[in-house]
């Protein structure tokens, strides 16, 4: 975890996460540079090492609907040791010229479906416009 987004107060290291996300958020050009620079960064303060892929994993199957296998982005376990998860996320470039009600469209039945095989889920976040 970078030690600039390390901090015994959490609050303290949202907000730098926050500063840092306002601050760099136009420059994102793609998909992969909002995960590198918006979602792992925030991860990290949440106090989830995004480094670690027994609680961040990414790209994860999520078996539904009739049209075959998809992947949630990001679906993060509250320990190693846990079979189920917490929190999905479904990353999305922030200048993306589809319309957000789509992209709620997509993690919708990824989190229906997952929270169906796994009570625990309880939060499906959808970044979007530089927000995480």
Aim: proline residues 4%.
């Amino acid at each position: 975890m970078p030690n600039e987004y390390k901090d015994i107060n959490f609050e303290n290291s949202i907000k730098a996460v926050s500063r840092k996300i306002q601050k760099d958020k136009d420059l994102i050009e793609n998909e992969a540079q909002t995960r590198q620079n918006l979602i792992d960064p925030f991860l990290d303060a949440m106090g989830y090492d995004h480094t670690d892929i027994s609680i961040v994993k990414v790209e994860e199957k999520a078996d539904i609907l009739k049209d075959g296998l998809k992947r949630v982005d990001y679906v993060i376990y509250p320990t190693k040791k846990d079979e189920e998860p917490t929190i999905l996320i479904e990353a999305k470039y922030h200048n993306s010229r589809e319309k957000l009600e789509n992209h709620l469209k997509q993690l919708k039945p990824y989190f229906e479906n997952i929270r169906s095989q796994a009570k625990r889920v309880e939060f499906g976040i959808l970044t979007d416009d530089g927000i995480v």
